[in-house]
C-alpha cells in the first residue's frame, strides 16, 4: 500500500519570496507517480505537476517545480515567486503501479501568501 | 475542471434517506472516479471505473453503490444516508487507469443529519 505523509503545519509566506512543500511517500512499487494538487478556499482540486518515478529530471510546470529526490523518498514541491493567489491547501497524492490508478493523497499543507 | 460537472453542488439529507449523485465529463476520458473528503483529511478513494461497463471498489466503499451508465457518465448512490457519509465528495476522470493524471470535478457537499 502508498502512503503519503505531510506534516508541516500551516505556512505564512511573504508574496514573491518562494516556498518548500514537503512530501514523504512510502511504497513497495518500483514503478509509481507523484502529484500535487491545488485545492483554494472555493474548493476545487487543480492538478499542478507530476513526477513519474523513472523520470531522471525534476518535473517543473512553470512556477511550481518538483523535488524529487527517489532515495529519500521525498516529492517536495517548490513554488517561486509566490503570488497572492496561492494561498491555499496544497495536496501531494502517490499512484501506485501501473493498471491500478488509485490515488492515496497526504493530508495536505496550509500555505497563506501575505502582501 | 477540465470538463467534469457534479449535481447538485450541495445536499442535506436525513439519516436514512437515500441519494444519487450525478458525475458527467465531456473529455471522452476512458476512467473515472469517487472520492470523499473529510475535515483535515486528503481525499480517500470510494469507487472507480476504468471503463464503460466496469467498476470496482476503492479504499472506503461500504455504504456506497456505483453506476457506469456510458462512457460519460458515472453515478454515486447512497440508499441509506448516515451522518458519517457527511463529506466533500469529488468525481474525477483519467484518460486510462494505466497512470495518467486524474481531473476533478468541483464537487458535491453532503450533510446528513
Known amino acids: 500500500a502508498q502512503k503519503i505523509t505531510q506534516t508541516q503545519p500551516g505556512m505564512f509566506v511573504q508574496e514573491k519570496e518562494a516556498v518548500t512543500l514537503d512530501c514523504t511517500y512510502d511504497t513497495s512499487d518500483q514503478s509509481y507517480g507523484l502529484f500535487w494538487y491545488k485545492q483554494p478556499s472555493s474548493g476545487e482540486m487543480i492538478f499542478l505537476i507530476y513526477?513519474?518515478?523513472?523520470?531522471?529530471q525534476n518535473a517543473t510546470e512553470g512556477r511550481y517545480s518538483l523535488n524529487f529526490q527517489k532515495a529519500r523518498k521525498s516529492a517536495n514541491l517548490v513554488i517561486s515567486a509566490s503570488q497572492l493567489g496561492d494561498s491555499a491547501m496544497y495536496f501531494c497524492?502517490?499512484?501506485?503501479?501501473?493498471?491500478?490508478?488509485?490515488?492515496?493523497f497526504g493530508k495536505g499543507n496550509q500555505v497563506v501568501v501575505i502582501p | 475542471n477540465a470538463g467534469v460537472t457534479q449535481t447538485p453542488k450541495f445536499q442535506v439529507l436525513k439519516t436514512g434517506q437515500s441519494m444519487t449523485l450525478q458525475c458527467a465529463q465531456d473529455?471522452?476520458?476512458?476512467?473515472m472516479y469517487w472520492y470523499r473528503q473529510d475535515p483535515g483529511m486528503g481525499l480517500r478513494l470510494i469507487y472507480y471505473s476504468a471503463s464503460e461497463g466496469t467498476t470496482d471498489k476503492g479504499e472506503v466503499p461500504n455504504g456506497y453503490n456505483v453506476s457506469r451508465l456510458n462512457k460519460r457518465e458515472f453515478s454515486l448512490r447512497l440508499e441509506s444516508a448516515a451522518p458519517s457519509q457527511t463529506s466533500v465528495y469529488f468525481c474525477a476522470i483519467s484518460e486510462s487507469v494505466r497512470g495518467e493524471t486524474q481531473y476533478f470535478g468541483p464537487g458535491t457537499r453532503l450533510l446528513v443529519l
Open positions: 513526477q513519474g518515478s523513472y523520470d531522471e
Open positions: 473529455m471522452n476520458h476512458n476512467s
Open positions: 497524492a502517490m499512484r501506485g503501479r501501473r493498471g491500478n490508478n488509485r490515488l492515496a
